[in-house]
C-alpha cells in the first residue's frame, strides 16, 4: 500500500523550485526564459577558493570528517566571527552542516517538541514554517507589510509570545524582501525578547555581506542575547558556493552538543573538500565579495528604477540579499488572452507564459499580494525582464 507518512504529507513543496523547475522545461522547449526564480548567485565561485579545494583532493581530503567538522573550518568561523562581527565563539561552539539550510533544520529539531510555538515573521523564506511543521511544532505567523518595509516591530513581536513559544527565527538580511534591521531595531526586539527568557532566536544571516546600508547587524550582540541566539549563515551567498554545501551554526555549546549529535545520526559532518574551500573563502582575501556585492548594489539600482515605471506595480527599496519583491494586488482580478490573474501565483505563471519571465508567487512567502524576483543576473537580463513584463502586465485588463 502507498501510504506516506503524516509527517510528509504535513509539508508543502518548496515554491522555487518548482517555478524554477517549469522555467527549466520551457528552456529546453528552445524558448527564451529569463530566470528571476533562483537565489543563487550568478557568479563562479573564486579562483583561490577552487585552487583550496583542487589541493585538499591532492591531500587526500577524502575521508570522514568530524561530525560538526575540521577544528581548522570551526576556529576560522571563530576567527570570522571576531573579526567581522565582534562576537566571541570557540571552535566548541560552532556546528558546521549541509548547508545554512540544514542548519537552520538541525536547530528546530533539537529545540522545537510537539506543540511549541516557533514565531516567523512574515514575508519569510518558503522553507521555514514548512521545517517547524516538520519538527512537529506550530508557525507562529506575524505579517509586516511593504508599508513597514517588511519588518516585524516590538509590538507585533510582543503580542506574538506566548508561554508556549520556543524561538523566533529571524532572516536579516531577509529572503524573499531583502529588508535590513538597523541596530537599534534589532536592539528594540532584543528589549522585548529580554522579558521572555524560554525564546531562543535562531538568526539567519545568511546574506550578512549583501548588504548595501553599511555594516551587518546581529542580535547577538546586545546584553544576554548571545546566551540565546543560534546564529545562522555559510559560504553560498557571499562567496557563490551554493553548490558546495557548507554552512554553521554558532550557538550556546549546549544547543551545538544537540544538533552534533542529530547530525551524527542522518548526515554526518558535511563534505570533507568543500569544508577545505570554505576555510579557504573564510581566511583569504574578501575582495571578490566587496566585488559581488557592488554589483548586486548596482543591479539593485537598476531593477528599483525600472519596476518602478510598471504602472500598478508597488516598490520599495530592498537595502540588502538580492531579491526585490513588489506588491501587485493591483493586477488581481484582470485578464488577458483567456488568462485571468486571481493571485500572485497566478501572476507569476500568467509572466512566465506570456513575458517568458519566470519569478515566484508570494503566497508561498507568506505575503499572497507579492511576487519575488531574483536579481542574482546579468544587467541586461534585467532590461529585458522588466521590459517584458511591463508590456505583459499592460495587457491585463
Known amino acids: 500500500m502507498n501510504r506516506l507518512s503524516d509527517r510528509l504529507n504535513s509539508l508543502s513543496p518548496s515554491a522555487t523550485l518548482a517555478m524554477s523547475q517549469k522555467s527549466a522545461e520551457l528552456k529546453a522547449q528552445g524558448i527564451d526564459v529569463i530566470n528571476l526564480s533562483v537565489g543563487e548567485p550568478d557568479f563562479n565561485t573564486p579562483e583561490h577558493i577552487k585552487e583550496a579545494a583542487k589541493k585538499a583532493i591532492d591531500e587526500n581530503y577524502?575521508?570522514?570528517?568530524?561530525?560538526?567538522?575540521?577544528?581548522?573550518?570551526?576556529n576560522a568561523i571563530a576567527e570570522k566571527l571576531k573579526r567581522e562581527n565582534g562576537l566571541t565563539y570557540t571552535a566548541a561552539q560552532i556546528s558546521c552542516a549541509n548547508g545554512a539550510k540544514q542548519s537552520v533544520c538541525n536547530t528546530l529539531l533539537v529545540l522545537v517538541n510537539p506543540g511549541d510555538e516557533v514565531i516567523v515573521p512574515a514575508?519569510?523564506?518558503?522553507?521555514y514554517p514548512e521545517m517547524v511543521k516538520l519538527a512537529e511544532g506550530v508557525p507562529v505567523i506575524v505579517y509586516a507589510g511593504i508599508e513597514q518595509d517588511f519588518k516585524i516591530t516590538p509590538a507585533q513581536l510582543e503580542a506574538a509570545?506566548?508561554?508556549?513559544?520556543?524561538?523566533?527565527?529571524?532572516?536579516?538580511?531577509?529572503?524573499?524582501?531583502?529588508?535590513?534591521?538597523?541596530?537599534?531595531?534589532?536592539?528594540?526586539?532584543?528589549?522585548?525578547?529580554?522579558?521572555?527568557?524560554?525564546v531562543i532566536v535562531i538568526?539567519?544571516?545568511?546574506?550578512?555581506h549583501i548588504n548595501y546600508i553599511g555594516s551587518h547587524q546581529s542580535i547577538a550582540q546586545f546584553p544576554g542575547m548571545q546566551?540565546?541566539?543560534?546564529?545562522?549563515?555559510?559560504?553560498?551567498?557571499?562567496?557563490?558556493?551554493?553548490?558546495?554545501?557548507?554552512?554553521?551554526?554558532?550557538?550556546?555549546e549546549w544547543i551545538v552538543k544537540a544538533c552534533n549529535k542529530l547530525q551524527g545520526q542522518y548526515t554526518s559532518g558535511p563534505c570533507s573538500v568543500s569544508q577545505k574551500a570554505a576555510e579557504a573563502a573564510y581566511t583569504g582575501t574578501q575582495e571578490p565579495v566587496a566585488a559581488m556585492r557592488q554589483a548586486f548594489e548596482r543591479r539593485r539600482d537598476l531593477i528599483v528604477k525600472l519596476a518602478r515605471e510598471i504602472p500598478g506595480m508597488e516598490v520599495n527599496v530592498p537595502q540588502g540579499a538580492f531579491y526585490l519583491f513588489p506588491k501587485c494586488s493591483?493586477?488581481?482580478?484582470?485578464?488577458?488572452?483567456?488568462?485571468?490573474v486571481k493571485d500572485s501565483d497566478d501572476l507569476a505563471l500568467y509572466l512566465l507564459e506570456k513575458a517568458h519571465v519566470a519569478c515566484v508567487g508570494g503566497a508561498s512567502f507568506g505575503a499572497p499580494e507579492?511576487?519575488?524576483?531574483?536579481?542574482?543576473?546579468?544587467?541586461?537580463?534585467?532590461?529585458?525582464?522588466?521590459r517584458r513584463m511591463k508590456e505583459a502586465l499592460a495587457a491585463l485588463q
Open 161 to 198: 509570545i506566548t508561554p508556549q513559544t520556543r524561538a523566533l527565527i529571524l532572516c536579516s538580511p531577509s529572503n524573499p524582501t531583502g529588508s535590513v534591521y538597523s541596530r537599534d531595531e534589532l536592539k528594540a526586539l532584543a528589549d522585548v525578547l529580554s522579558k521572555h527568557p524560554q
Open 62 to 74: 577524502s575521508r570522514y570528517s568530524p561530525v560538526p567538522g575540521y577544528p581548522a573550518l570551526r
Open 227 to 252: 546566551e540565546r541566539t543560534v546564529i545562522v549563515n555559510g559560504v553560498s551567498k557571499a562567496y557563490a558556493m551554493t553548490g558546495w554545501r557548507i554552512g554553521f551554526i554558532a550557538a550556546p
Open 370 to 386: 507579492c511576487i519575488r524576483m531574483s536579481y542574482a543576473t546579468g544587467d541586461e537580463h534585467i532590461v529585458e525582464a522588466i
Open 330 to 340: 493591483a493586477f488581481f482580478g484582470k485578464s488577458a488572452g483567456g488568462f485571468t
Open 123 to 127: 514575508p519569510y523564506w518558503v522553507s
Open 203 to 208: 538568526a539567519d544571516e545568511i546574506y550578512e
